[in-house]
């Protein structure tokens, strides 16, 4: 599902969550505009524990932190809390004396100037704090648009908006005096200490309660409301009475009961089980429930209930991220974690930060301002590295537009239906080193099998629930997806028992015309990785190049078997009914003729260049769009397309069907390619692909019909148009359609043209007169 397929009261809950967060950012960065220039005391207090807010000279000593005994000589701390703000000295100049006693357990005496607060103060003391939250918030909503409105991806946004929405106003809401902003703060608060249930129903798979009563989330929503009220109430009240236990006791309890559900039904569902899929995703939420969220916890508990300072909060908050890396990757991504790749990966990433981290704190020691000089090799160097990374972690990659192309290779030279599923069941071998494939057509028992796949694949495969379940979605199917996609709860066996009489882990559609023909299943990997993105769209490329040869070699057996009949025919029938049966067009078809015909070129410009400079990923995502564009409008105008010559492809008209308007109906499709690469173009130019397109047009007399041997035949147009029109696609422009000057003796008046002069065009003696199309418009 799409986000723009969403109802309206998704989108309207969506841009609720986010404005939510948006709002607290708007107050937070009012507040901070208002304090700029204001006297500042330099330090905030955390509980009874001081830590520095600004990094002047002036707060040096209180890098460390420490706990507050005497502020000004007004004792502090348990048994009695006291409000301290009638003691400060908060005038420009004038200095605060603080009694504090450290982790080391020495008792200091610092003086901390008062004086005008700057941005850089707010950057260094509040910014990380505010960045973090923005991580967060825009870690959710990425994953949000990639799996939009599924149970884990709402849960992680409001995860991600909730403590996004506290950490930004983490300072405002101890700070400020404005009830708007402690109503804000407080309300996040409740929020986070809800979220967690929200989250352990849905991660790591769907709880089956979610699904049969998706209203418990208001119960546990109405929680988070209550217990911010509570708090907003003890606030105002001056946290008196009863207030003062309840009010700051509820958040915390409600809390830690949150985070106990979430880690226990982890814990329960990653112990060894018949699912091992379910298994290992819930391994990956606790790890990062473990190192993401435990640290905090244990720092938080340190602090409070022993009493000693370990570190500043703000810096602890930094753990949470490896718990959002582990809920954003299974909401955005449903491939298992690639363990041997990541780890690989971590120790590699982990050894290079180390030392860069080692050579700043080196630099910065020497001069304050040496580590700038890392910026210029690092922003240089970090790509190239990052790409020979890869390189050795996917050493296939590198080669996929080199296997791509022999594939298709083997794939056009393939004779017969049996012949093209063996090149594309092997190709996931070839591509990405898979233990089984088989490809199979719906139709008839068309089947081929590679590797371990050659168990249990007789029958019919058409009406297993699994392939009809393929058949619905037109998309790929994983086993993951069925353990851990709700909606698929009813016939989880029967697709498991599906993959398993295929030996297979996905399952791929062979489309054509919008419908499923057939697939391609195979198995896991011989290296034990997982499919990713650039694999799975390099198979789905060759499969569709497979499905427009079997397209063609269909027709093609459907041809000879009429030859064939017609032949046979002669035997029975007198040649007068042989006469009018090949009059009808049949035999018209399968027989070389001579014929008017209409040739269409195109070829792109700047190609070369490109697929030299980019990622070969990126130039078969490229080729796609192009095709899938210009083939569009080939079907839409009836053209024959002969081939795909890499870049460049070449269509005709008026054979083998008769086209009375052939060379208006290939100007159109012209017209209308140029205006689809203007769109293309956009988009690319946004990228830096400096590419275009240039066409060549012509209309004569050529000889169609079938070229080659027995067993390997293909229907094509031969004679001097096609050379015509091949040069003038070649002689063009980006951006430029030349035609003949019989093409344009037979436009009409409304098409408009201009003389492109004579060209000198390879193999033709004489200059030859080109005219350019100007329209815009398809008339």
């Not at 929503?221 to 008196?240: D, E, F, S």
Request: aromatic letters at 10%; charged letters at 20%; hydrophobic letters at 50%.
């Amino acid at each position: 599902m799409r986000f723009r397929d969403g109802t309206f009261r998704q989108k309207a809950l969506f841009a609720a969550l986010v404005g939510v967060y948006l709002l607290g950012l708007l107050l937070a960065f009012t507040d901070r505009t208002q304090r700029v220039g204001k006297p500042d005391v330099g330090w905030v207090m955390d509980g009874y524990d001081v830590f520095p807010i600004r990094a002047d000279e002036g707060v040096a000593d209180l890098h460390d932190g420490g706990r507050a005994l005497r502020i000004n000589g007004v004792p502090v701390g348990p048994p009695v809390a006291r409000d301290l703000r009638p003691y400060l000295h908060t005038r420009v100049g004038e200095s605060n004396a603080l009694t504090l006693r450290h982790p080391d357990g020495t008792v200091t005496e610092v003086t901390v100037p008062v004086r005008p607060l700057r941005w850089r103060d707010l950057l260094y003391g509040e910014g990380p704090t505010v960045g973090l939250g923005a991580l967060f918030v825009l870690v959710g909503v990425a994953s949000f648009f990639l799996r939009p409105f599924t149970a884990g991806s709402w849960a992680l946004l409001a995860m991600c908006c909730a403590i996004g929405g506290v950490l930004t106003t983490q300072f405002l809401g101890a700070t400020s005096g404005r009830f708007i902003d402690v109503l804000y703060f407080r309300a996040m608060v409740g929020f986070v200490c809800c979220v967690p249930f929200h989250a352990g129903l849905a991660f790591p798979v769907v709880h089956p309660l979610l699904t049969r009563r998706p209203r418990i989330l208001l119960a546990i929503y109405a929680l988070g409301a209550v217990i911010a009220a509570t708090q907003i109430t003890a606030w105002y009240t001056g946290w008196v009475g009863p207030l003062r236990y309840f009010g700051g006791g509820l958040d915390t309890t409600a809390l830690l009961l949150a985070m106990l559900f979430f880690v226990g039904r982890c814990c329960v569902l990653a112990l060894p089980s018949p699912d091992a899929l379910v298994a290992q995703r819930s391994r990956i939420v606790l790890a990062g429930v473990l190192f993401g969220v435990v640290p905090v916890v244990v720092v938080n508990f340190l602090r409070n209930a022993v009493g000693l300072v370990v570190i500043d909060m703000r810096l602890a908050y930094g753990t949470l991220s490896i718990l959002l890396v582990a809920l954003g990757y299974l909401t955005a991504r449903h491939e298992l974690f690639n363990a041997q790749v990541a780890v690989r990966r971590a120790v590699i990433y982990s050894a290079v930060v180390i030392v860069l981290t080692v050579l700043a704190i080196v630099l910065t020691a020497v001069r304050p301002y040496a580590v700038a000089l890392l910026l210029l090799p690092l922003l240089y160097g970090w790509p190239r590295f990052d790409e020979r990374l890869n390189a050795w972690l996917y050493p296939k990659r590198t080669r996929f537009s080199e296997l791509v192309r022999a594939i298709g290779g083997e794939l056009t030279a393939s004779q017969n239906v049996d012949a093209v599923l063996s090149v594309l069941a092997h190709a996931p071998e070839r591509l990405c080193d898979a233990r089984s494939a088989v490809a199979f057509l719906l139709a008839g028992e068309h089947r081929s099998c590679s590797g371990a796949a050659v168990a249990d694949t007789r029958g019919r495969l058409v009406h297993e629930v699994l392939v009809q379940l393929l058949r619905t979605t037109r998309r790929e199917i994983m086993r993951d997806h069925i353990a851990a996609e709700p909606q698929y709860a009813n016939i989880r066996e029967e697709c498991y028992a599906c993959f398993d009489r295929l030996h297979a882990d996905v399952l791929l559609p062979l489309l054509r015309d919008s419908e499923v023909i057939g697939a391609l299943a195979f198995g896991p990997r011989a290296t034990g990785d997982v499919y990713e993105t650039p694999e799975l769209a390099a198979l789905s490329t060759v499969a569709q190049q497979a499905v427009q040869v079997i397209a063609r070699v269909e027709a093609t057996e459907r041809l000879r078997t009429r030859e064939l009949e017609f032949a046979d025919l002669k035997r029975f029938f007198p040649p007068q009914i042989i006469d009018q049966v090949m009059a009808k067009g049949g035999a018209a078809e399968l027989r070389s003729q001579r014929k008017m015909v209409t040739v269409f070129f195109a070829d792109l410009r700047g190609f070369t260049s490109f697929s030299d400079s980019v990622e070969p990923e990126e130039v078969m995502a490229t080729l796609a769009e192009y095709h899938n564009a210009m083939g569009r409008r080939i079907a839409q105008f009836a053209g024959t397309l002969e081939r795909f010559a890499g870049d460049g492809f070449m269509v005709f008209f008026n054979d083998p069907v008769d086209q009375p308007d052939h060379v208006g109906r290939a100007v159109r499709m012209a017209l209308a390619m140029r205006g689809d690469m203007k769109q293309l173009r956009r988009e690319w130019l946004r990228k830096g692909y400096q590419i275009d397109v240039g066409m060549g047009i012509h209309t004569g007399y050529a000889t169609c019909g079938f070229v080659g041997y027995e067993g390997r035949r293909d229907y094509a147009v031969i004679g001097n148009v096609t050379n015509l029109a091949a040069r003038l696609s070649a002689a063009a422009a980006g951006g430029e359609i030349l035609v003949t000057a019989r093409i344009r003796s037979e436009l009409r008046d409304d098409c408009r043209s201009e003389p492109a002069g004579e060209l000198a065009l390879k193999g033709f003696h004489q200059p030859q007169p080109a005219f350019r199309l100007l329209d815009d418009e398809i008339p």
